[in-house]
């Protein structure tokens, strides 16, 4: 018997609601009731009771599960170190920002910034996910350090910008600027790759499994099979259900220098058929 | 004890803890695997010389490597932890990185203690290699003329036990290298051991120090010596004319005592009239291997 900690919201949300501060992996140390009792910040209406939007219960499993349209929470499971973390439906911006451990799943769409300057664990969103997923915060020159972003959908733009360490997978589309100025790092994209990846980029990898057309400051360096993509793919198919064919494990990739405006040691791997 | 006319005596082997890593080895075709295998466990045949033991343990389906290619698992064995990564970062530096198509993992990714062989060899891409981090484990990237040898970064250290062995007493040579290539074959692709002298066996096997030099640890070890039966102290029976030796090293005692089980089965054939086993009074390894008890029970002496 699931004893998961459930908060199924009780009537659509009119406004934001902020879970930042809220370290979600001690929440199941506080029992239904505990948690009830916490206060998020709603615009406009101030600190509320959570137990005024959400109805809350279950127990000590060491899961969260929350049900509902979550859009306007933003920052839910930020700063999450251990434990699992369940959204059925969508949420807000900074889902799993600054996440260090554990396991937040999003069944849903989740808005801008999904798994911001990520540092450890896993984010999976089944949907789409918004601007700079994996990336970093505006102004900011380092995003992710290390866990895995894994979206099942598509990415706005700049997805894995800045990023320093960690695996950013995407089995849709990425918008413009993906990869932009990072320092080290995996992006995997299956679907098309946007306008100018990797642009301004000191290291760091983009595996193009798709379409994609390298900025002017890449150059073709050979056509070659990288070991280490076989290993991140077989990694992708096996434990996290990507669509990774026999052609991906065996083909053939271009690899482009770049950028060489910068450093020049990163990497895009364009996946070719033949 | 008896089997199939094969006296077992009532004697044991003496075996020493060592250290063990698991090399997992793959490469776009068998052939390129093989080479690499064999010239890293090339000259591997004792520590006394080598300075490490090491054997191929069994080949690998790319359904169990982790790059989905041929593939194969190599024990390596040193005395100590300490000497482990020099001769782990010397042997796999010359011979896997140099080798087309190779790419080098750790095969004991549950053992607490690692080595460096990665982040050692890295530095042959001078400057301009680079790491990458899945599922937790980073691996290094060494760009080559042929195109990026792919190396994991910390490989898995366990104790282990060296020197499992018997000895194939037989009325001629021919009987002997039958009987031992018997038991050699019963033994290959058994998890966990490996045979490190060459083709499995040992002709020269050696008694601790020496009757003339105090600077030797190990010399010929005459009471085995037909040829010396009447000026020795010989320990063979009647009848013998020849002596082979197959050693064994494994991960664990349990794994020795299987392969001796089934070894020791193989090589009780016509022409063999006693196996025995090489042991220092049992004074200096903890492990021993009662050959009877092995033959009788299958369980780990």
Known sequence: MSDDLVLALRAPLRATVDFSGHALHAWTELGAAGVARLRVRVAGAGAVALGDLFDVRGGNGGRARFAGDLSRVEALGAGLERGEVVVEGNVGREVGARMRGGRIAVTGNAGWGAGLELAGGLLEIDGDAGPRAGGASLGAKRGMTGGELIVRGSTGPEAGACMRRGLVAVAGDVGEGAGRAMLAGTLVVFGTTGPTPGQWSKRGSILALGPVTPPATYRYACSYRPEYASLILRHLRDRRGLPVTHEHLTGSYRRYSGDLAELGAGEILAWTRD | ?301
């Open chain 2, 1 to 301: 004890m008896n089997l199939r006319g094969v006296l077992i005596e009532d004697t044991f082997a003496e075996a020493f803890t060592m250290r063990a890593a698991r090399i997992l080895i793959t490469g776009a075709t068998p052939r390129w695997v093989t080479a690499a295998a064999l010239k890293l466990t090339g000259f591997a045949t004792s520590v006394i010389g080598c300075k490490c033991e090491a054997g191929i343990e069994r080949e690998l389906g790319p359904t169990e490597t982790p790059d989905g290619r041929p593939g194969v698992s190599v024990l390596f064995m040193t005395m100590s932890k300490d000497d482990m990564p020099k001769r782990l970062i010397e042997r796999v530096g010359q011979t896997v990185l140099t080798c087309p198509t190779t790419a080098c993992f750790d095969g004991l990714p549950d053992a607490p203690d690692r080595v460096g062989v990665g982040s050692a060899l890295r530095y042959f891409g001078d400057g301009f290699q680079a790491s990458k981090v899945i599922a937790g484990e980073r691996f290094w990237r060494i760009p080559v003329m042929e195109g990026e040898f792919l190396v994991q970064e910390k490989f898995g250290v366990l104790k282990a036990v060296g020197g499992g062995n018997f000895l194939i007493l037989a009325r001629s040579a021919e009987a002997a290298l039958a009987a031992a290539e018997a038991g050699v074959d019963a033994m290959a692709g058994m998890t966990g051991v490996f045979l490190p002298f060459p083709g499995g066996v040992v002709r020269s096997g050696s008694k601790v120090g020496s009757r003339r030099s105090k600077t030797m640890i190990a010399s010929t070890n005459d009471a085995f010596c037909p040829t010396l039966r009447v000026v020795t102290k010989s320990d063979l029976p009647d009848g013998v004319n020849s002596v082979l030796e197959i050693v064994i090293n494994g991960i664990d005692a349990p794994a020795i005592a299987r392969a001796m089980r089934a070894g020791i089965d193989a090589a009780c054939r016509e022409g063999v009239v006693a196996i025995s086993a090489g042991n220092y009074g049992g004074k200096l390894g903890p492990h021993h291997f009662h050959l009877r008890k092995i033959m009788a029970e299958g369980a780990p002496a």
